[in-house]
């Protein structure tokens, strides 16, 4: 099962890309320099495992993305387009990579099972 979520994953992160040059005119910099900007969301662990996980999942979350990405769309407003089109592949490629949305308890706990080794 997993392997299939990474693979729908990688085909949602490979249209993005697709997404991005079809529908926008922005520069290839304006992906690759937000590409990571997610991973801000970090800073929130340095306060406590629930604001992190909060943080994390606020900027990880496809949903939120579609939909800023459908209301540049909607309203022509191109860079929130790119934005929304940008962190939907983002959060696509991380999970391809094995980093789901997290739970409140530990960064590793997340909703595709356990980040690292296995204690067993």
Known sequence: ???LLRAEQFILFAASIFVFSLFTTLPWYFYAGLFLT????FIGYAVNPKIGAWCYNALHHQGIWIVVALAGFSFGIEWLLGLGIVYVGHSAFDRVLGYGLKFEDSF???HLGTIGKSNS
């Open 1 to 3: 099962m997993k392997s």
């Open 38 to 41: 997610p991973d801000s969301a």
């Open 108 to 110: 590793n706990n997340t």
